[in-house]
């Protein structure tokens, strides 16, 4: 089915080209290669119609009949022609055209294989492209018809979108407006004072001898030397923090200093003293 309408459309393609309506043949030559790809002679007609495209006119371009650059080498133009010469050969070619396609392949690849005539061919080809630049540029260019009467009365100019570009102007200024009474605000608004610290009249330090912690008043007592109120020890009391114990602040204290020791008949008294009270409060 496809395969049908692809044969068909080809058809129609070669009829165009023989009418030298080179566009029509491509655009039905483009149907037929989206219809079925592996279609026989797609390549052959579609290289006919580059042929003729560029060469079927006034004024051929020999580059474009070849299909190569202006600036390709011998090789290049060579291998070009080989292979355009196997795809349109009239013994290998059966579309009508073919035969003169080749030809002016053939043409092409006589007069630019000689590097004389390849010379002058580009030589004349840059005068031809200069001469159209300048008449371009001389040509005045066409003034403008009078637009008829009808259409002058009806005619209004663009108006100016004036209200969208007043409500932009004035939403920009209250911005500005806000914005500067925010600074005013802050300029006059009075600045936060820092939260001082407040030295407490008392302070703990910490024995250097039984390395406990104690509670003296700052301005009495703070870096002068103090005897130790749990042992009794001589020691400069300088501001120490207390010990910190699972997160928690936590003070050290001495137990409390062991009594005098009594004299030799005392000593001797106290354990029957004592052994007494604990008889007594046994029975």
């Keep these: ?37 592996n279609l026989d002679g797609l390549v052959q007609v579609s290289t006919m119609i580059d042929v003729y495209a560029n060469g079927g006119g006034v004024e051929s371009d020999l580059y474009g009949i070849l299909g190569v650059d202006p600036f390709a080498d011998d090789v290049a133009l060579k291998k070009q022609y080989k292979k355009l010469a196997l795809l349109l050969h009239p013994d290998k070619n059966m579309f009508n055209g073919a035969e003169d396609a080749f030809k002016l392949v053939l043409d092409a690849w006589s007069l630019l294989s000689d590097k004389s005539k390849r010379v002058a061919y580009d030589h004349q080809k840059k005068r031809k492209r200069e001469e159209d630049s300048t008449e371009k540029k001389s040509e005045p260019e066409p003034a403008p018809a009078p637009a008829p009467a009808a259409a002058r009365e009806n005619h ?28 005013e605000e802050k300029a006059s608004s009075p600045s936060p004072k820092k939260e001082e610290k407040v030295i407490s009249s008392t302070f703990w330090t910490m024995c250097t001898h039984c390395l406990a912690y104690s509670e003296h008043v700052r301005a009495a007592h703070l870096d002068k030397t103090l005897p130790c109120p749990y042992c009794h020890g001589l020691f400069l009391a300088t501001e120490s923090f207390t010990e910190m114990v699972n997160g928690k602040p936590f003070i050290r204290f001495a137990p409390p200093p062991p009594p005098p020791q009594a004299t030799c008949a005392s000593t001797s008294d106290e354990p029957m003293a004592t052994e007494a009270i604990f008889k007594k409060r046994k029975f």
């Design 1 to 37: 089915m496809e395969e049908g309408e692809a044969r068909r459309a080809l058809d129609v393609a070669e009829k165009k080209l023989l009418e030298k309506d080179y566009k029509g043949a491509k655009k039905f030559l483009s149907k037929a290669q989206r219809l079925y790809p």
């Design 156 to 183: 209004h100019p663009p108006r100016r979108p004036v209200r969208r570009y007043k409500l932009k102007t004035e939403r920009r200024a209250r911005q500005e407006e806000a914005g500067k009474a925010k600074e």
